[in-house]
């Protein structure tokens, strides 16, 4: 079957200091990965995704995410946070099901940013 | 564009009391997923809609129970509600459910609490 994990349950950094999200997936098959964001009392927002085509993936609010097969990670990365980036991150998987998708989320990283 | 809108915002229920949630998805979209999210949680898949049919149903009892409407808005109802019904409950919604650049945008949930 396949699963996340997100190792890390909070993962506290100062602002403009650069950030590392770790997302490891298990999966026998084609590999689909997503990452969302979700702001506090707020739904899930989209940062970015892995369908295809290159490895490295830049999404919104300046993260990037690198697929690494051999390694079955998905890391998230931002080269300098900012207060407004706390938030719960969570590393999903899309999932085949017969003619549709569902997606497996992980348990979710809690970014804080400290002044 | 709108985005997924889900109403209500929050809901307070008592213990073997019905409810009901709605979400119209994302402009263009035609298919409907239902996700909850517990407390400290990722997302859990409950089930997806599309052509107004339940596709696919993730491990939840059949208390649960939704419907999807000719416009393609969704309704989730849950019936005999128990204490650990309560969370937040994410709609999501996709074009061409099944397609490789199938990609789910979710509302912003609908805080339930049972007491």
């Known amino acids: 079957a396949q699963s996340v994990t997100q190792l890390d349950s909070q993962v506290p950094v100062f602002e403009e200091a650069p950030v590392e999200l770790r997302c490891n997936y298990s999966?026998?098959?084609?590999?689909?990965l997503f990452w969302y964001v979700q702001y506090p009392n707020q739904g899930l927002q989209l940062l970015l995704k892995?369908?295809?085509?290159?490895?490295l993936v830049k999404g919104i609010n300046g993260f990037e995410a690198e697929f690494n097969k051999s390694q079955t990670s998905f890391h998230l990365r931002k080269p300098s946070v900012h207060i407004s980036d706390t938030a719960e991150y969570f590393c999903?998987?899309?999932?085949?099901?017969?003619?549709?998708?569902?997606?497996?989320f992980g348990s979710g990283t809690r970014l804080l940013v400290r002044p | 564009d709108a985005g997924v809108t889900q109403s209500p915002t929050h809901l307070i229920k008592t213990r073997g009391q019905q409810v009901t949630l709605r979400c119209s998805p994302k402009?263009?979209?035609?298919?409907v997923s239902w996700y909850q999210q517990a407390l400290g949680q990722g997302p859990q898949f409950i089930f997806q809609?599309?052509?107004?049919?339940?596709?696919q149903r993730g491990n939840f009892p059949d208390r649960f129970s939704g419907h999807q409407f000719p416009n393609y808005s969704s309704e989730l109802n849950v019936n005999a509600l128990l204490l650990g019904d309560s969370a937040l409950y994410l709609c999501?919604?996709?074009?061409?459910?099944?397609?490789?650049?199938?990609?789910?945008?979710f509302g912003p949930g609908t805080r339930l609490t049972v007491l």
């Open positions: 999966s026998s098959v084609s590999v689909y």
């Open positions: 999501a919604s996709s074009l061409l459910a099944g397609a490789f650049t199938d990609t789910q945008y």
């Open positions: 809609y599309y052509e107004e049919e339940e596709r």
């Open positions: 402009s263009g979209h035609d298919t």
């Open positions: 892995y369908l295809s085509g290159s490895t």
């Open positions: 999903a998987v899309r999932v085949r099901m017969d003619s549709s998708y569902k997606l497996i």
